[in-house]
DNA sequence: GCGACAG
DNA sequence: ATCTTGTCGC
């Protein structure tokens, strides 16, 4: 159901990915969103067999009613190892492959990884937002590049991630006094969409609910895969 | 040369 | 990410 509205071949070396990165950042689109989306899709993805196998899962989630509307899952051989600002040549594969098997189009994608919050401003969520030609957002736990304060405690604060002169992302406080998330737009939506969307799927847990969920799913997948 | 470094 | 038990704090 989802399908590339472009492609490009996957058998790079981390120096042509790095030049690719450059060419496709240029695509990225940081615009309104029409209206709030209903169904947000997240994605992860677990690892098999010291690394070589991976485990793509996406899960779509209803934001109004806080409900599972589906799931698919995908398991390929990794070709690409895990880089630091290269994450989307490792994942993307797989993840574009458990995509295909999506029944219900989403509105909007969520991604365990930064937007723009990047070294060349193209981290995973532009990546296969771009690819996939939807909305997209980057929710990281942890910080890839840029510096930023801390935020208050209470649920909702946030500051700027700031790297140079750019505003690239936002570290948000999802939960009272818990380690913050760093949001950033992955394509057609804006940082300020990005962070209330990411505020409406956050229920009782410090990780919005489409991302949650997708981990959840991967890492039972990958439980009764390899008994 | 010395750190930093999404998952 | 993955390998792993109990344990401290809200």
Redesign the pocket.
């Known amino acids: 159901m989802l399908t590339p509205v472009m492609t490009h071949d996957w058998n790079l070396s981390p120096t042509q990915a790095v030049a690719l990165q450059r060419e496709l950042a240029a695509s990225v689109r940081e615009v309104k969103l029409a209206r709030i989306p209903a169904l947000v899709a997240g994605a992860?993805?677990?690892?098999c067999s010291h690394g070589e196998e991976i485990i793509a899962g996406w899960v779509v989630w209803d934001v109004k009613r806080r409900k599972l509307v589906e799931e698919v899952v995908a398991v390929e051989r990794t070709t690409f190892p895990?880089v630091?600002?290269?994450?989307?040549f490792r994942e993307t594969p797989a993840m574009l492959a458990a995509a295909a098997k999506l029944s219900v189009k989403p509105d909007l994608l969520m991604f365990?990884?930064?937007g723009r919050a990047?070294p060349r401003r193209f981290?995973?969520a532009c990546h296969v937002g771009v690819l996939l030609d939807l909305p997209s957002i980057?929710c990281?736990?942890?910080?890839?590049c840029g510096e930023h304060k801390e935020p208050a405690s209470s649920r909702g604060a946030c500051v700027s991630l700031v790297d140079g002169e750019e505003k690239i992302g936002r570290v948000l406080r999802t939960r009272e006094?818990l380690k913050p998330v760093f949001v950033s737009v992955g394509h057609k939506i804006t940082l300020d969409g990005a962070v209330d969307v990411v505020l409406r799927c956050c229920t009782t847990y410090r990780l919005p609910e489409p991302t949650r969920l997708a981990h959840v799913l991967v890492?039972r997948e990958?439980a009764n895969h390899a008994p």
């Open positions: 992860d993805c677990a690892f895990y630091p600002g290269l994450l989307s365990d990884g930064h990047h981290g995973i980057g990281a736990k942890s910080r890839l006094r890492t990958k």
